[in-house]
């Protein structure tokens, strides 16, 4: 077996590899080998965009909003709530339930006789989100980067606003979706601990409002990183920080095509694809089932052209692959409790069907089809998976928050 260790090696193992499926398959490895890949080991420091660079005292102000259930309309609800570090700022639970919900995590429900709806998608983690729409090279801009399953929000700054305005999320009843985000800034305002913090951090004369907000927010979220697993280590020359047999599954993993979609440090190209995930049987087929919502009649900013494209439709971004060992269930809905059971579903895909009966074999991505040889009992492939986990991330719960309630919301 050949020694990996550093992207410029894995390239040309890369084109070794693909060389070889054009011997074995023709046509298919022919389109293998037209485009090479490659993953790399994340950056040890994270940028901010230009308009909001980092500092602590935003830092610590940051986390305290993003543990502060004052966010929430019904003040029950905190960004933490979803985002928890005992679970990896994310969730172990299918879809996330919000407002009016109680408990962490799996034990979370929904309070009885509440008529908020359950939120359709799968919490995903926060940690290395300063790194999203990082490419190949390395090279992104943090005032661009997208978030969400449908990429249909850029920067975190606008992206930490979102919760706020969403009923089944952070809203519930208290307030219309227009105002939701001035009514949160008034009651930061009312806050004499707020006020000084905020001052603290932005300095200006009137240091609470709703863009100081985002910035405080999406400068803690920069400062969450887990970007020194086993194949960090390994691809900046610890040969010893990766067994062999993970080693072996990394090249298992560029073999079988994983890497088309799942590259650059973060293992995402940051693009959408149709899948074929099969739809969460909670959600109501009357409701539109698992795809996205209906493209609105006019695109409204900050609405990108990326996020038309997810409207209506079953494609959703490749999720990087970075600490899948604290991150379960897997798929934009959670329908995926295993690794074991997303490479399943891989398999079962190549094999010639689509596995969600709204969504034609046809229709799904290419790249998707032309997958070689994926194998569910692929224990080195599934190992590998593992060696991109860094648990020496950042787990600090305040004691407090400014509001006084509970921190991180109806969690007990
Ligand atoms: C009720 C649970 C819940 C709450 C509360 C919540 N989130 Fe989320 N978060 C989610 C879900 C579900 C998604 C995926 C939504 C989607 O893609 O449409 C998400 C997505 C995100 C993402 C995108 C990550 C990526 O890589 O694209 C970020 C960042 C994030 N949330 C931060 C926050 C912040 C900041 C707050 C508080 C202001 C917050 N969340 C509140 C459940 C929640
Ligand atoms: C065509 C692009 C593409 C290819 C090829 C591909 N993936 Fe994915 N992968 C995605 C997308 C998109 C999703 C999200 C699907 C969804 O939830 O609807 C995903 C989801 C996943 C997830 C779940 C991650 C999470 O946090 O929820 C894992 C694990 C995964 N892929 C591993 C693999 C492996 C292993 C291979 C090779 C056998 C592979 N992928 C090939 C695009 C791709």
Redesign the pocket.
């Known amino acids: 077996m050949p020694i990996i260790f550093g992207a410029k090696h894995l390239l040309v193992a890369a084109a070794t590899v693909a060389v070889l499926l054009f011997m074995e398959v023709g046509a298919v490895g022919q389109e293998v080998g037209a485009v090479e890949h490659s993953v790399s080991a994340l950056p040890s420091t994270q940028q901010a965009p230009g308009y909001n660079p980092t500092a602590p005292a935003k830092v610590e102000l940051g986390r305290l909003l993003f543990w502060d259930p004052l966010l929430s309309g019904p003040q029950d609800v905190a960004c933490a709530t979803c985002h928890h570090p005992q679970n990896a700022y994310a969730e172990d639970r299918d879809l996330s339930l919000g407002v009016t919900g109680i408990g962490l995590g799996r034990f979370r429900r929904q309070a009885p006789g509440s008529s908020i709806p359950i939120v359709k998608r799968?919490s995903?983690t926060v940690l290395n989100v300063a790194f999203n729409g990082i490419d190949e090279s390395g090279r992104y801009d943090p005032a661009t980067a997208p978030a969400f399953?449908d990429n249909r929000i850029r920067s975190l700054e606008s992206q930490a606003l979102e919760p706020l305005k969403s009923l089944e999320e952070m809203r519930g009843n208290t307030y219309p979706e227009d105002e939701a985000v001035a009514r949160v800034v008034e009651k930061l305002q009312a806050n004499a601990e707020y006020r000084s913090l905020f001052a603290g951090a932005f300095g200006s004369e009137q240091p609470v409002n709703a863009e100081n907000l985002g910035r405080a927010i999406a400068a803690f979220m920069r400062s969450l990183l887990a970007n020194n697993s086993p194949f960090d280590r390994y691809m900046r020359g610890d040969r010893s920080a990766m067994t062999e047999e993970q080693v072996s599954g990394m090249q298992r993993?560029e073999e079988?095509?994983?890497i088309?979609?799942?590259n650059g440090p973060m293992f995402s190209d940051y693009k959408?694809?149709v899948?074929g995930?099969p739809d969460n049987p909670v959600l109501p087929a009357s409701d539109g089932g698992g795809q996205n919502p209906p493209c609105p009649a006019a695109p409204q900013e900050p609405r990108t052209a990326a996020s038309r494209a997810a409207c209506d439709s079953?494609a959703?971004?490749?999720?990087?692959?970075r600490n899948?060992e604290f991150?379960f269930p897997?798929?934009?809905?959670g329908m995926?409790r295993t690794?074991r059971a997303?490479?399943g579903f891989?398999e079962s895909t190549i094999a010639g069907s689509s596995r969600n009966p709204n969504v034609s074999y046809e229709e799904l991505?290419p790249?998707?089809r032309e997958?070689q040889n994926?194998d569910e009992e692929d224990v080195d492939?599934i190992e590998f998976?593992y060696a991109l986990s860094d648990d020496s991330f950042d787990r600090t719960i305040p004691e407090r928050v400014p509001s006084g309630l509970p921190v991180g919301g109806s969690i007990q």
């Open positions: 799968n995903p399953w993993f079988i095509g994983c088309r979609c799942h959408l694809h899948m995930v079953y959703f971004r490749t999720p990087s692959l899948l991150t897997y798929g934009h809905n995926f690794l997303v490479v891989y991505d790249r998707l997958l994926v492939l998976l």
